[in-house]
């Protein structure tokens, strides 16, 4: 009977998933946003379809490790060097501050006790990784800077919950030793790490290529799961964060040649499970509780937008990154975080909060959730457009460091390049081997600090906005080239050089058909999707392996071409 009405629930679970899902993409909003939703409608506090919210609890736990393994497998230790301080001082700033801002307003403005005080500073220090993460990969900017940003630190947060679930029973008035529980918490940390590398060094290249060997995607597939929930089991023993350990393993297994292919066979389960884990987000909220105390849920939920948008975008730009960066990555880490349940629980059950505010955290915190999506889309809309064009020149001014431009190179072979990330330095290098004068504009400081060492000519500044590209000496330039991933600049990069040089011939990067129709109407001259251009590369490598002459290949792959090429760039962008 309890087996029959588990698959009840499942069934429910999802058909309610696709419903939602479906009505969000109708009304043009994240899929994200139609799971909370449908959750709310469905959950005990509601239309109370689904009883067995254990096992939702359990599939949800087991989507939040998919999804943080598959970050590990598709995020290198390389981009979080590039992001350099922010990632780890910037994350340590804004959980140490935005703790101290929520202690502050628990006693001042909501009249807490302290000890119940700290535990509001500590639940809204932390944003929730599963939200931030599926919203950057709807939206494809994983890879962008504020993304990046976003991700280390919420990864930060991630392994800070380890240090304050041993907080919790200190604070609920046992006779632990705070500095030996901490270090023995750090010591287990730094074992399962170095567990994690040394698998990964010899272990885990050998497990795979016997698994590998075998040729079967079921083992393969079942191998990746063993691992993921594996090590997600062995830090929760540890009394370590569970989606540190999936995240670790993912990290470490990244290298070996089998990466790309656990992220292809894993991702299917990954948004299944993941899918679950948001609608049992909506299932917690009562909108009964909701109701009846409206105004303080209202406040609260004020108190915590205020506060953690200000102290990302404060810590942001403390490290050197532009005014937009800073209040996306604001934007986007606002929300409560899932482990602001564990621990809002753990508080519950030593006797430090009380009901009333744990179903408080849990109304402000699935609120928060709902509106991250809304925001960050209004955001992402209206910020340009919200900015005069003498207050952009002041920011503009404030966020860049201009060499002064030679105006004596021809017209004709001026080049300015918007981004130095892989195939903004292709494009420089090839540019200076054809004796091409050019000029950088990069956001990320540390790589204008690598532009600086090579003593390449550049702008530190944000490409989308005006001023900046002005001076880059856009009106002298010839062609624009816009290298980075982030679809929200490449639009306002070419929107705003467009109004300095009409006549400029551009070059964009593009992932997603939306964003290749719009700037193809903007006049962008050619499109280059990296993946679009990969696949026609492979079509090439085929035909000149079955041995077909140069002529033949190249007709065809004209013929390709010659498709409707935006529709090809990337289906899987809009998915």
């Not at 001026?414 to 981004?419: D, H």
């Amino acid at each position: 009977m309890h087996q029959t009405d588990a698959l009840v629930s499942l069934a429910i679970l999802l058909a309610a998933a696709l419903v939602g899902g479906m009505i969000a993409h109708r009304l043009r909003q994240p899929v994200l946003l139609g799971y909370l939703a449908i959750g709310v409608a469905v959950g005990p506090h509601a239309l109370g379809m689904v009883g067995d919210v254990e096992l939702v609890e359990t599939t949800a736990t087991i989507g939040v490790a998919l999804l943080m393994f598959t970050l590990g497998l598709e995020i290198s230790v390389a981009q979080f060097r590039e992001l350099g301080k922010v990632g780890m001082w910037g994350g340590v700033a804004q959980i140490t501050i935005t703790f101290a801002l929520g202690l502050a307003a628990g006693i001042t403005l909501l009249g807490w006790p302290v000890v119940q005080s700290v535990v509001f500073g500590l639940i809204i220090s932390l944003s929730s990784t599963a939200v931030c993460l599926k919203l950057l990969m709807e939206r494809g900017e994983l890879n962008s800077v504020h993304g990046r940003i976003m991700i280390a630190i919420l990864i930060l947060q991630d392994v800070a919950v380890v240090l304050m679930m041993v907080v919790m029973p200190v604070l609920g008035g046992t006779d632990q030793s705070l500095p030996l529980t901490l270090g023995i918490a750090v010591g287990k940390a730094a074992l399962f790490v170095g567990i994690a590398i040394v698998s990964g060094l010899w272990v885990l290249p050998w497990l795979m290529g016997r698994v590998g060997g075998v040729r079967s995607r079921e083992l393969f597939l079942l191998t990746m799961l063993v691992l993921c929930l594996g090590a997600a089991v062995g830090t929760q023993i540890l009394g370590l964060s569970m989606v540190f350990g999936a995240f670790l393993i993912g990290l470490v297994l990244r290298g070996p040649r089998f990466g790309y292919q656990a992220t292809a066979e894993i991702t299917p389960l990954r948004d299944i499970f993941a899918t679950l884990f948001f609608i049992s987000m909506g299932m917690l909220l009562d909108p009964r509780f909701l109701i009846d105390e409206w105004a303080l849920v209202a406040i609260t939920v004020c108190i915590v937008v205020v506060i953690k948008v200000l102290v990302v975008f404060m810590v942001v730009r403390l490290f050197g990154h532009s005014n937009r960066i800073a209040v996306l990555s604001g934007v986007g880490l606002f929300q409560i975080g899932e482990f602001g349940f564990i621990i809002a629980q753990g508080g519950l059950s030593t006797g430090v909060v009380s009901q009333e505010f744990y179903s408080l955290i849990l109304s402000t915190a699935i609120l928060s959730m709902l509106l991250t999506p809304l925001l960050l889309g209004l955001v992402s809309r209206w910020y340009p457009r919200a900015i005069p064009v003498r207050a952009a020149q002041v920011l503009g001014k404030a966020e860049t460091s201009i060499p002064p431009v030679d105006d004596s190179s021809p017209i004709k072979e001026r080049v300015v390049v918007a981004g130095y990330g892989r195939i903004g330095r292709n494009v420089t290098q090839g540019l200076e081997d054809a004796e091409i004068p050019y000029m950088v504009i990069e956001i990320d400081p540390e790589r204008i600090a690598e532009l600086r060492r090579n003593r390449k000519p550049r702008i530190y500044g944000d490409a989308s906005n005006m001023h900046v590209l002005s001076q880059a000496g856009l009106n002298n330039a010839s062609i624009l080239v816009v290298t980075f991933p982030d679809p929200l600049a490449a639009v306002n990069t070419v929107k705003y050089a467009r109004e300095i040089n009409p006549k400029i011939n551009i070059i964009a990067r593009v992932h997603r058909t939306r964003e290749a129709e719009l700037l193809k109407n903007m006049g962008v001259i050619e499109l280059i999707s990296p993946e679009y251009e990969a696949s026609l590369e492979f079509i090439r490598r085929i035909l000149s392996v079955s041995g077909w002459k140069k002529t033949k290949i190249q007709r065809t792959v004209t013929e390709v071409e010659q498709d409707d090429r935006v529709a090809e760039f990337s289906s899987e962008g809009d998915t």
